[in-house]
């Protein structure tokens, strides 16, 4: 029997790699068809969207929204993966800074800014992941990048001898790290600075609320059906029936209310059948990924 498609939202514990809930739920589901959209640190906790089936192909989209995350960035202490499963190679007395030097760091490092990924991250440099060649003594030199950091709240401070704990609330764009806002937050004030704690409590419109743990899954394999999915996912277009056999076969239809690169939009036959997910360009909707059998 052919695995359901949809998407699961899950709340990814510690300690587990993103790749390591995929391996769970393909034995959940019975398929190897799945994925996820945006990867989340083994320290990190909270939402991971896993697509199954036909409904990877909507997991590159998502994987571009807006996140939310709340964080403990502990400052006083660099490591070197900007988080606390990786050694610290620099301290310095933070208890003494002012909350008022904290905020105004802080409010640097919010808008749109360039921001160079950690060493120990998982992007590609000449085909190979950059956390191996850090392991490996041969951290790599990552460009800069731009992403956009819309809100960066301060929530809480605690001062624990030379250390200064800083809890926050992130709300950015895809591609941001929130290891790299710490270490950059640290070195700002020159004092060094690293994760404790991070949870991602939103990944576009799934939120933390509506996420399940592993076991909670176990017991019962709760997924969002492909068409709900992409309709909470995405603005919504209905097709008449000439339209959808159009769409169906990869044909493109006149533009009708798409935004001209604001994103996909779902595209949904008479039935309520997903048919595609739809792009804006020059005057015209054409299929990005075709869902229709």
């Given at each position: 029997?052919?695995?359901?498609?949809?998407?699961?939202?899950?709340?990814?514990?510690?300690?587990?790699?993103?790749?390591?809930?995929?391996?769970?739920?393909?034995?959940?589901?019975?398929?190897?068809?799945?994925?996820?959209?945006?990867?989340?640190?083994?320290?990190?906790?909270g939402v991971?969207?896993?697509?199954?089936?036909?409904?990877?192909?909507?997991?590159?989209?998502?994987?571009?929204?807006?996140?939310?995350?709340?964080?403990?960035?502990?400052?006083?202490?660099?490591?070197?993966?900007?988080?606390?499963?990786?050694?610290?190679?620099?301290?310095a007395?933070?208890?003494?800074?002012a909350?008022?030097?904290?905020?105004?760091?802080?409010?640097?490092?919010?808008?749109e800014?360039?921001?160079?990924?950690?060493?120990?991250?998982?992007?590609?440099?000449?085909?190979e992941?950059?956390?191996?060649?850090?392991?490996?003594?041969?951290?790599?030199?990552?460009?800069?990048?731009?992403?956009?950091?819309?809100?960066?709240?301060?929530?809480?401070?605690?001062?624990?001898?030379?250390?200064?704990?800083?809890?926050?609330?992130?709300?950015?764009?895809?591609?941001?790290?929130i290891?790299?806002?710490?270490?950059?937050?640290?070195?700002?004030?020159?004092?060094?600075?690293?994760?404790?704690?991070?949870?991602?409590?939103?990944?576009?419109?799934?939120?933390?609320?509506a996420?399940?743990?592993?076991?909670?899954?176990?017991?019962?394999?709760?997924?969002?059906?492909?068409?709900?999915?992409?309709?909470?996912?995405f603005?919504?277009?209905?097709?008449?029936?000439?339209?959808?056999?159009?769409?169906?076969?990869?044909?493109?239809?006149?533009a009708?209310?798409?935004?001209?690169?604001?994103?996909?939009?779902?595209?949904?036959?008479?039935?309520?059948?997903?048919?595609?997910?739809?792009?804006?360009?020059?005057?015209?909707?054409?299929?990005?990924?075709v869902?229709?059998?």
């Open positions: 029997m052919t695995a359901a498609s949809g998407l699961i939202i899950v709340d990814k514990p510690s300690g587990l790699t993103s790749h390591d809930v995929v391996g769970r739920i393909r034995g959940l589901a019975g398929t190897r068809r799945v994925g996820h959209a945006g990867t989340l640190d083994p320290m990190a906790t991971l969207v896993i697509g199954v089936q036909k409904a990877t192909r909507l997991l590159g989209y998502l994987a571009l929204t807006e996140k939310d995350y709340v964080a403990t960035i502990r400052l006083g202490q660099a490591t070197d993966t900007d988080d606390a499963d990786g050694q610290v190679v620099a301290a007395p933070a208890a003494a800074l909350d008022a030097a904290v905020s105004a760091a802080i409010a640097v490092l919010t808008g800014i360039q921001q160079v990924p950690p060493g120990y991250s998982a992007i590609k440099v000449g085909g992941r950059a956390y191996r060649m850090a392991r490996a003594g041969a951290a790599p030199e990552l460009a800069p990048r731009t992403v956009t950091v819309l809100a960066f709240t301060v929530t809480d401070l605690r001062r624990r001898g030379d250390l200064l704990d800083v809890d926050v609330a992130v709300t950015c764009s895809s591609g941001t790290y290891r790299a806002l710490a270490r950059d937050l640290g070195a700002a004030l020159g004092v060094g600075g690293h994760l404790t704690a991070l949870r991602r409590t939103r990944v576009g419109p799934y939120r933390a609320a996420a399940a743990t592993l076991d909670e899954l176990a017991a019962d394999l709760r997924m969002i059906p492909l068409a709900a999915a992409a309709a909470q996912a603005p919504r277009r209905d097709l008449t029936e000439p339209e959808t056999r159009l769409v169906a076969h990869g044909g493109r239809l006149p009708a209310g798409e935004p001209a690169g604001g994103g996909p939009v779902a595209a949904f036959g008479p039935d309520g059948t997903l048919i595609a997910l739809l792009a804006q360009e020059a005057g015209q909707a054409r299929p990005l990924a869902f229709a059998d």
